[in-house]
């Protein structure tokens, strides 16, 4: 039982509880302290709960393959951090490290399971934000941590639909493209000619066909080495 339950009353996510439902939620939120330093939790790994900073201050960030850290934002006083996770069922979305000596709440992801089960309404819609933010979480990291090359190849791989060794994609425009991985149309236009020119790929007017996947993962690998040294 927490001592001090003020800081998780006034979070959103518990606003519409009763005083009985809080009960329960703090009776199983455990306190944790962290020295300065010290890892929270690890992007990747699975989803312990949502995290409520009580005191400290908490760095939240990425990294990449070569290890460059992209920081995302850092979670103070009545923050919470991992939220994500929590409701979409996937793993940490990122790593957390203390700053300085923290102590956090942390509310176990049955618990906050539990109450979208007892609301459908506002879990569905939860779960909508909290794919929203995994989404937009992973553009930062790729705008951070990867050339345009890097950021293009990686699209077209993540959009394509393998038929018979190629993936035509006529719906996209080079502006969607720019848009979707934080460029401009005229940088994609000159990229996507250089991916043609490696026989990555092949443009017949605004179709696309991936003709050489296996090159296009190659300019992500490249991009992640270069970064590295």
Do not use: H
Not at 75 to 86: E, I, K, M, R, Y
Not at 162 to 188: C, K
Request: net charge neutral; glycine share 8%.
């Amino acid at each position: 039982m927490l001592q001090e339950a003020g800081l998780l009353r006034s979070l959103p996510y518990f606003a519409s509880l009763t005083a009985e439902e809080m009960r329960k939620i703090e009776q199983e939120t455990r306190e944790i302290s962290f020295s300065k330093g010290e890892i929270i939790l690890l992007e990747g790994e699975p989803c312990p709960g949502l995290f409520v900073v009580k005191s400290g201050q908490v760095r939240v960030f990425k990294a990449s393959p070569s290890g460059r850290e992209q920081v995302l934002f850092m979670a103070l006083p009545g923050g919470t951090f991992n939220d994500a996770p929590v409701f979409d069922g996937g793993p940490n979305l990122a790593s957390a490290e203390a700053r300085q000596a923290s102590t956090v709440y942390l509310v176990p992801r049955a618990v906050m399971q539990s109450l979208i089960a007892d609301c459908p309404a506002a879990g569905g819609a939860t779960l909508v934000l909290a794919r929203r933010l995994r989404s937009m979480t992973e553009l930062v990291e790729n705008l951070a941590l990867s050339t345009v090359a890097s950021r293009l190849s990686k699209l077209l791989l993540d959009l394509a639909v393998v038929e018979e060794g190629t993936s035509p994609m006529s719906s996209l425009t080079q502006d969607d493209m720019a848009s979707m991985i934080g460029s401009v149309r005229d940088v994609v236009g000159r990229t996507l000619r250089d991916l043609q020119k490696i026989g990555a790929i092949k443009i017949e007017g605004r179709r696309i066909l991936i003709v050489a996947p296996d090159r296009l993962r190659d300019v992500v690998e490249m991009s992640d080495k270069s970064r590295s040294r």
